[in-house]
């Protein structure tokens, strides 16, 4: 069946622009995350969905970044003003439910680089 | 919080031949889940294997093998017979069970090359 899928695959922008991230998670799967990958780093966690809401928050590193989730599948990751140090790949990710003996199924990515 | 670490930047391997990757985590939960991930240069993340902080025997997936030692907080990976696709980044995580956000934790990773 189909995998996550994410778009753009890359993502050039000018410092001080907003950028929207899409994630198509697996049909089905009720929990979506998004992390961040700085180059030659692992994964930062950001944010957490359950269905449509997102209990935790905290993940997120400043208050340019928020995401949504509408009708308990696809998930924007929406950064305003982006800076220099915003430059990553985004990762998306989906499982079944987020209980731990779940893995999670990552897409291929969103990278974003701010000029 | 709970804590992963990668000690090994890089490692390298001789093909056919098996290798341990490191993996040392540390948490105040009873009950979590242990995983690997592959990353290859394309930059998809590919699950390899789990491990349940109860489970009493030690997972394996074909030629993955998770050495799991509770009491030392180990969560090594073994690969047997390494193939040169095996080439890529190895990240171990770990996913408690405290917290509303269920999300995993990552180590630093480590880059295997596997040589001809």
């Known amino acids: 069946g189909a995998g996550v899928s994410q778009s753009p695959s890359n993502k050039v922008t000018e410092k001080g622009k907003d950028v929207e991230l899409r994630c198509d998670p697996i049909?089905?799967?009720?929990?979506l995350y998004w992390y961040r990958q700085s180059l030659g780093q692992g994964l930062e966690f950001l944010i957490y969905?359950?269905?449509?809401?997102?209990?935790?928050k905290s993940g997120l590193p400043s208050d340019r970044f928020s995401a949504e989730r509408t009708g308990g599948s696809v998930s924007t990751l929406t950064i305003q003003r982006t800076q220099q140090e915003d430059s990553a790949v985004y990762l998306c990710?989906?499982?079944?439910?987020?209980?731990?003996?779940?893995?999670?199924?990552f897409g291929p990515g969103t990278r974003l680089t701010v000029t | 919080a709970q804590k992963i670490t990668q000690t090994q930047p890089g490692m390298f391997v001789q093909e056919k031949e098996a290798v341990t990757l490191d993996c040392t985590y540390d948490?105040?939960?009873?009950?979590?889940?242990l995983f690997w991930y592959k990353q290859p240069s394309s930059g998809e993340m590919i699950f390899l294997i789990y491990?349940?902080?109860?489970?009493?025997q030690n997972a394996t997936e074909g030629r993955y093998s998770l050495n799991f030692q509770k009491a030392r907080k180990s969560a090594n990976l073994v690969i047997s017979a390494s193939q040169l696709g095996d080439s890529a980044m190895y990240f171990c995580?770990?996913?408690?069970?405290?917290?509303?956000?269920?999300?995993?934790?990552f180590g630093s990773g480590t880059q295997l090359t596997v040589l001809p």
């Open positions: 049909s089905g799967h009720t929990a």
């Open positions: 491990q349940g902080s109860y489970d009493e």
């Open positions: 990710a989906s499982s079944l439910a987020p209980l731990d003996s779940y893995e999670q199924y």
């Open positions: 948490t105040s939960d009873q009950s979590y889940g």
């Open positions: 995580a770990m996913r408690g069970t405290s917290g509303s956000a269920r999300q995993l934790t």
């Open positions: 969905f359950q269905g449509n809401s997102a209990p935790d």
